[in-house]
Nanobody, 129 residues
Framework: QVQVVESGGGLVQAGGFLRLSCTAS????????MGWFRQAPGKEREGVSC????????LYDELVLGRFTISRDNAKNTLYLQMNSLKPEDTAMYYC??????????????????????WGQGILVTVSS
């Protein structure tokens, strides 16, 4: 049984930082590209960042480029999102997701949520002004 579990969310002041972690079990972690998504109240879910199987390719939404950094530790089956210079508009539920990448290029790193098979339950990040 595949489980994807996020941690590290919480309340932070604008300008502050948080690091989200996501641990996946029940799958071969390095067969999967991984992604972070978020959904703010009243808005659609959006892709924040993704990382390829080996970690060699990363993509970011333009709203977080330069402030967020995605990384992964395949030995620990763990994905990270370092979020710096947080803004109130970053407030959202953040979701970790896994996309099977075994049959794709090593650079495969989708930001479209329909490419992802497994999802965590989400974790709340609140940035106060």
């Amino acid at each position: 049984q595949v489980q994807v579990v996020e941690s590290g969310g919480g309340l932070v002041q604008a300008g502050g930082f948080l690091r989200l972690s996501c641990t996946a079990s029940g799958l071969t972690f390095d067969d999967y590209a991984m992604g972070w998504f978020r959904q703010a109240p009243g808005k659609e879910r959006e892709g924040v960042s993704c990382i390829s199987r080996s970690g060699g390719t990363t993509l970011y939404d333009e709203l977080v480029l330069g402030r967020f950094t995605i990384s992964r530790d395949n030995a620990k089956n763990t994905l990270y999102l370092q979020m710096n210079s947080l803004k109130p508009e970053d407030t959202a539920m953040y979701y970790c997701a896994a996309a099977l990448a075994q049959y794709y290029s090593h650079h495969y790193c989708p930001l479209a949520d329909d490419q992802y098979e497994y999802w965590g339950q989400g974790i709340l990040v609140t940035v106060s002004s």
